[in-house]
């Protein structure tokens, strides 16, 4: 080894611990936040004002505008198709590889619009009141906004990292998975493989402006479909016949509408309940702390059904009937009728089991109860005991003043693909009024908005939990 001059190794440890303290000094003071504000709405309103509904689907402005505004600051950037105009985007920022990166996800595809309905132009990204409106503004271009700003921050302030900070802008989540999550994970795995993935479907659930509690989702319900066929034999509609399958379906249809699967909690619902037992109070907290009881549960479940079915839906499986086809003129009885359910079925839970169950239910031998095609996802579950939820249990408490429920989605999302190879992903988002879905305001509805000041609060929460996962020790 060549002998170095004691003055110039000084000098060199001077100049390295000189930049770890400038690298670290820049870490911990943070983005200029108020100035950040205004480069945060120009990209969302960018994002929103392209026309990227699904159908038909052509996410390809918004991934050119996001290709070019990362490789502007010198983010390496990648583009996957497996369909014309259906790119994914991926951007990578490295770190030391002495921990497994994480994934920043989000969909740039939104649903398909009736701009009848809208009282603002659904691409306009208009503000009034203090709120953005515009398809997308919730599902999902505040999450492509915000990992498009941590990237851009994380080299800007070049934060250290030991993790690698990997962003997926994917195509197909609404539509088409096909072209999306799927293609990625099937043929570029490698791209997008981490130990850790934020992605959307939690949130902050304000009442009366302030912040009750977050959510995280942990775990999804699988879809399936189940078709019921009725057969019989036809006839002139004047004469009632004891055999029409019209009727028997209806019958069916019935029970399957007050069809009660097998109460089962999971690590996620059963933390669900338990916390949000100790923020209520009176007959709510108590009924939060009675669905934990085996004895007492199948009482909360009808209530919950009939006054709260979206907490009904997370103890079991669940079976809503949603088309229903028969018949071809008004005089004729058909000779067949069919029903179709939408069947969402616990991670854990034995399809063939739940079918046997609806089939029981059905108790019709001229019922038939099959599996119907549909898109079906893979299961799977991210733990509750990782840096990651921790992390984003501290980053709720410091930004929103509130504490963290996991929760289990009951529709789903394209996590699932993820977590069925491994990685543990987290359902995060901004605030949003318990309100505003039931008023039209919501994810999917003619009238989709955010809270300006909530999507800010929404990248500095994302930053702190980067940050604090990836960010150089």
Same mark, same amino acid.
């Given at each position: 080894?060549?002998?170095?001059?004691?003055?110039?190794?000084?000098?060199?440890? &001077?100049?390295?611990?000189?930049?770890?303290?400038?690298?670290?000094?820049?870490?911990?003071?943070?983005?200029?936040?108020?100035?950040?504000?205004?480069?945060?709405?120009?990209?969302?309103?960018?994002?929103?004002? !392209?026309?990227?509904?699904?159908?038909?689907?052509?996410?390809?402005?918004?991934?050119?505008?996001?290709?070019?505004?990362?490789?502007?600051?010198?983010?390496?950037?990648?583009?996957?198709?497996?369909?014309? /105009?259906?790119?994914?985007?991926?951007?990578?920022?490295?770190?030391? =590889?002495?921990?497994?990166?994480?994934?920043?996800?989000?969909?740039?595809?939104?649903?398909? %619009?009736?701009?009848?309905?809208?009282?603002?132009?659904? !691409?306009?990204?208009?503000?009034?009141?203090?709120?953005?409106?515009?398809?997308?503004?919730?599902?999902?271009?505040?999450?492509?906004?915000?990992?498009?700003?941590?990237?851009?921050?994380?080299?800007?302030?070049? %934060?250290?990292?030991?993790?690698?900070?990997?962003?997926?802008?994917?195509?197909?989540?609404?539509?088409?998975?096909?072209?999306?999550?799927?293609?990625?994970?099937?043929?570029?795995?490698?791209?997008?493989?981490?130990?850790?993935?934020?992605?959307?479907? =939690?949130?902050?659930?304000?009442?009366?402006?302030? %912040?009750?509690?977050?959510?995280?989702?942990?775990?999804?319900?699988?879809?399936?479909?189940?078709?019921?066929?009725?057969?019989?034999?036809?006839?002139?509609?004047?004469?009632?016949?004891?055999?029409?399958?019209?009727?028997?379906?209806?019958?069916?249809?019935?029970?399957?509408?007050?069809?009660?699967?097998?109460?089962?909690?999971?690590?996620?619902?059963?933390?669900? !309940? &338990?916390?949000?037992?100790?923020?209520s109070s009176g007959a709510e907290a108590q009924r939060y702390r009675d669905v934990l009881d085996p004895e007492k549960a199948a009482?909360?479940?009808?209530?919950?059904?009939?006054?709260?079915?979206?907490?009904?839906?997370?103890?079991?499986?669940?079976?809503?009937?949603?088309?229903?086809?028969?018949?071809?003129?008004? /005089?004729?009885?058909?000779?067949?009728?069919?029903?179709?359910?939408?069947?969402?079925?616990?991670?854990?839970?034995?399809?063939?089991?739940?079918?046997?169950?609806?089939?029981?239910?059905?108790?019709?031998?001229?019922?038939? %109860?099959?599996?119907?095609?549909?898109?079906?996802?893979?299961?799977?579950?991210?733990?509750?005991?990782?840096?990651?939820f921790t992390a984003l249990e501290d980053a709720v408490r410091r930004h929103y003043g509130a504490p963290t429920l996991p929760i289990?989605?009951?529709?789903?999302?394209?996590?699932?693909?993820?977590?069925?190879?491994?990685?543990?992903?987290?359902?995060?988002?901004?605030?949003?009024?318990?309100?505003?879905?039931?008023?039209? !305001?919501?994810?999917?509805?003619?009238?989709?908005?955010?809270?300006?000041?909530?999507?800010?609060?929404?990248?500095?929460?994302?930053?702190?939990?980067?940050?604090?996962?990836?960010?150089?020790?």
């Amino acid at each position: 080894m060549k002998h170095v001059p004691t003055r110039l190794a000084a000098a060199c440890v &001077a100049v390295v611990l000189g930049l770890s303290v400038a690298a670290s000094g820049r870490q911990r003071h943070g983005p200029d936040w108020a100035a950040a504000e205004g480069e945060i709405l120009r990209h969302f309103q960018t994002l929103v004002r !392209f026309d990227t509904a699904d159908p038909p689907g052509n996410e390809t402005p918004a991934a050119a505008y996001l290709r070019q505004t990362l490789e502007h600051e010198g983010i390496p950037v990648q583009i996957f198709t497996l369909e014309p /105009n259906r790119p994914n985007v991926v951007a990578r920022l490295k770190g030391n =590889g002495s921990k497994r990166p994480l994934l920043l996800m989000g969909h740039t595809d939104v649903v398909n %619009v009736d701009p009848a309905k809208w009282t603002h132009p659904p !691409f306009s990204a208009a503000r009034e009141g203090g709120y953005i409106y515009g398809r997308g503004t919730l599902d999902d271009k505040d999450s492509v906004t915000t990992g498009l700003m941590i990237m851009l921050l994380l080299k800007r302030l070049d %934060v250290p990292l030991d993790r690698d900070v990997i962003f997926l802008a994917e195509a197909g989540e609404e539509g088409n998975t096909r072209v999306g999550i799927q293609f990625m994970v099937d043929r570029h795995l490698r791209e997008i493989e981490a130990e850790y993935c934020l992605a959307e479907t =939690g949130g902050m659930v304000r009442e009366r402006g302030e %912040v009750r509690y977050g959510t995280v989702q942990t775990l999804e319900k699988i879809p399936r479909a189940i078709d019921l066929t009725a057969r019989g034999v036809s006839g002139h509609g004047s004469v009632p016949l004891v055999g029409n399958p019209v009727v028997h379906l209806a019958a069916a249809v019935a029970r399957v509408g007050d069809w009660h699967s097998t109460i089962r909690l999971n690590e996620t619902t059963r933390t669900y !309940f &338990a916390r949000l037992a100790e923020i209520s109070s009176g007959a709510e907290a108590q009924r939060y702390r009675d669905v934990l009881d085996p004895e007492k549960a199948a009482g909360v479940d009808r209530y919950f059904h009939a006054n709260d079915p979206a907490k009904a839906a997370l103890l079991h499986a669940t079976a809503s009937p949603t088309i229903i086809d028969g018949g071809y003129r008004l /005089n004729v009885i058909p000779s067949e009728a069919v029903a179709r359910l939408d069947l969402r079925i616990l991670p854990d839970d034995d399809p063939a089991a739940v079918l046997d169950g609806v089939r029981k239910t059905v108790n019709d031998p001229s019922v038939e %109860v099959a599996f119907a095609p549909r898109d079906v996802r893979p299961g799977g579950t991210s733990r509750l005991e990782t840096e990651a939820f921790t992390a984003l249990e501290d980053a709720v408490r410091r930004h929103y003043g509130a504490p963290t429920l996991p929760i289990m989605s009951t529709g789903a999302t394209d996590m699932a693909y993820l977590r069925a190879k491994g990685v543990q992903c987290y359902g995060i988002g901004p605030a949003v009024d318990a309100e505003d879905a039931p008023k039209g !305001f919501g994810s999917h509805s003619d009238q989709e908005r955010i809270l300006e000041s909530e999507l800010y609060r929404f990248v500095r929460f994302t930053w702190d939990v980067v940050v604090q996962l990836a960010a150089r020790r």
